[in-house]
């Protein structure tokens, strides 16, 4: 079972800036779409990020308190996905999970990571 594995959370001051990394432990195939989720303490998980993969060209998407902060992209060698957080906020103090999704002719999977801890000083 492929796994989904995560980095780069940490505590940081307001203002600050963090990388999170998302590697699987092994082959996907058919990758459509990688996504980056947060749950904030005592409330829903919430999409931050996504990218759908195109044929030629992939597209972006983010929620709208993240625009113009938080930047994710991927490494197509690794199948590896990042999410480039700037001007942090106490606000974006959250657990982090990032999310693959694969089709085949048959059958679509989702792969989450297993989180990672985010915390944003004032």
């Known amino acids: 079972q492929v796994q989904l594995v995560e980095s780069g959370g940490g505590l940081v001051q307001a203002g600050g800036s963090l990388r999170l990394s998302c590697v699987p432990s092994g082959l996907i195939f058919n990758i459509r779409a990688m996504h980056w989720y947060r749950q904030p303490p005592g409330k829903q998980r919430e999409l931050v990020a996504g990218i759908t993969i195109g044929t030629t060209s992939d597209s972006t998407r983010y929620a709208d308190s993240v625009k113009g902060r938080f930047t994710i992209n991927r490494a197509n060698t690794k199948d590896a996905v990042y999410l480039q957080m700037n001007s942090l906020t106490p606000e974006d103090t959250a657990v982090y999970y990032c999310?693959?999704?694969?089709?085949?002719?048959?059958?679509?999977?989702?792969?989450w990571g297993q989180g990672t801890q985010v915390t944003v000083s004032s």
């Open positions: 999310n693959l999704k694969a089709a085949d002719s048959d059958n679509g999977y989702a792969y």
